[in-house]
């Protein structure tokens, strides 16, 4: 068996042979006339006409005496090449097996037509060198499994796996579907920072940057909430933005430190009103992409058309584990309780951080069908609205589907003063030792003290979502280049 270096030694020396009869093994270009999915789509009409296709030549070169036979693959689909000695020429037909392997990239002239055997080919008249391969793709190319290699080098996954080129297809299917699903309600996309001087709209710690000319430090945001509020006070009554954030926090199959998030942001409505257009917004999303609202998801199946269930975080709570978080309102007794179920978590936690492990632990793994849990505490909502009668909670939902989080929303706090308030608990919780404690901004107050209508948000996770829609068990799956421990 060759080592690699030895392979690419050998395809180092013929693309020196090319050279050497002065051929340019990297052209700068090369005029396709059809697409493979095109020249197969037309080949009744095109049967017998010369075509113009290019690709990456995979699978085995099989020669047979005279005749030859490979295939190629573009973007949208594979085709044979069929060689003939007595098409190209004794000495063409030798020169052209001798410089090809599996990899190059080439373009292929001539005739369509059906093989002997019934499967439609090229009949090449002309083979075009278009990126002479150094490298030889993986021993196992067409089932390549390794997960290091499938994450660390892409791009050989995509040529290997045809699964996870179409998965990726399917990403950009479904964010431009969410895209023309707010376009179509009015709302408006626009762009905000992605390096701020103060982190905000989430519970998380930062990324820390240094920006030379302005002399201080900078964050890499962890939401895009508090600016796209900013604009809702402006005046932009439905604004959204999809983009990167970044959140300096543990790596597992739900999270990786940089993802793509969904914010949207609509003036005069609450967190029913959010939640009717999520549920409205990922049903439309699978129809127009999938073509059914019914998935497989790990073996199970879901049914993603609304409306979905509904429950409060207390009764789902309660409905898993028998505890009462009401019946427990100081955090040092539930803190008890919840330790004898075997929830761990910070010395410090606050109440609400408490009940969230508990709703980690023992309901999200059930929260298969889609479902909204509802009204959470306000501690860990510093930017949510109190519910009438209850000021303990907010008017607050996540969304879960296969187990998985996919969106969170609330009636956004409106209240400059509270806001204020809920910022300086926050500072008490780093005091603390919480270190994804909310920051106190100033400016984003001074804002609100300008006055914001009532407003629903909503953020969707778009990694989760279309791990959702595309049955994948880990976010690295729907990621192309996710983030990775160094090979030391």
């Known amino acids: 068996m060759l080592r690699t270096d030895e392979y ?39 049967a017998g006409q010369t075509v113009r296709l290019a690709g990456r030549i995979i699978g085995g070169i099989r020669r047979m005496g005279r005749v030859t036979f490979c295939h190629i693959a573009d973007g949208t689909g594979r085709i044979q ?23 190059d990239i080439v373009g292929a002239a001539g ?37 290091e290699t499938r994450y660390r080098q892409r791009y050989l996954d995509l040529i290997a796996n045809a699964e996870v080129y179409q998965t990726f297809l399917k990403r950009s299917a479904i964010v431009r579907e969410i895209r023309r699903f707010l376009d179509d309600r009015g709302f408006i996309e626009v762009e905000t920072p992605v390096l701020q001087p103060l982190y905000g709209g989430a519970l998380a710690r930062p990324f820390e940057t240094y ?42 199959t739900e999270h990786n430190p940089e993802f793509t998030l969904l914010e949207s942001y609509e003036a005069y409505t609450d967190y029913q009103g959010v939640m009717a257009m999520t549920e409205d917004l990922v049903a439309t999303v699978a129809r127009r992409v999938l073509g059914t609202t019914v ?41 008890a ?56 909670l907010v008017e607050r939902f996540e969304a879960y589907a296969a187990g998985l989080e996919i969106a969170n929303g609330y009636s956004e706090l409106n209240d400059p003063l509270d806001q204020r308030q809920r910022f300086l608990q926050q500072l008490e919780e780093r005091a603390h030792g919480d270190e994804e404690a909310h920051a106190l901004d100033e400016d984003f107050l001074t804002a ?9 948000g909503l953020g969707i996770g778009i990694d989760r979502l279309v791990m959702v829609l595309t049955d994948k068990p880990s976010i690295r799956e729907v990621i192309l280049f996710p983030q990775l421990r160094s090979r030391e």
């Open 8 to 46: 690419v030694a050998q395809r180092l020396g013929k693309l020196e042979r090319l050279r050497e009869h002065g051929v340019d093994p990297y052209p700068c270009s090369y005029q396709r006339t059809h697409t493979i999915a095109e020249a197969l789509a037309q080949f009744d009409r095109l």
């Open 81 to 103: 090449l069929f060689l003939r000695q007595d098409v190209l020429g004794p000495e063409q037909y030798a020169e052209i097996l001798e410089i090809i392997d599996i990899g």
């Open 111 to 147: 005739p369509l037509v059906t093989t002997r055997t019934g499967e439609r080919s090229v009949e090449v008249h002309a083979l075009t060198m278009l990126a002479k391969a150094l490298r030889p793709l993986p021993e196992k190319w067409h089932g390549l499994t390794d997960v």
């Open 211 to 252: 920006h030379n000319a302005l002399d201080r430090k900078l964050y890499l945001r962890i939401a895009t909430e508090l600016y796209l509020k900013r604009l809702i006070v402006g005046g932009f009554e439905k604004v959204y933005e999809i983009g990167r954030v970044f959140r300096n926090e543990g790596i597992s």
């Open 295 to 335: 998935i497989t998801y790990q073996g199970q199946t879901i049914d993603l058309a609304p409306p979905w269930r509904r429950i409060t975080l207390r009764e789902a709570i309660q409905a898993h584990t028998g505890l009462d978080i009401d019946a427990y309102p100081e955090r040092e007794a539930l803190l």
């Open 337 to 392: 309780r919840a330790t004898d179920l075997g929830v761990r978590v910070a010395p410090h936690a606050p109440r609400g951080k408490i009940i969230e492990a508990l709703l980690e632990t023992f309901v999200q793994p059930h929260l298969i069908t889609p479902t909204f849990v509802l009204d959470y505490p306000v501690d860990i909502s510093p930017l949510a609205k109190r519910k009438p009668g209850r000021p303990d």
């Open 448 to 456: 609100l003290e300008y006055g914001m209508p009532p407003t629903g």
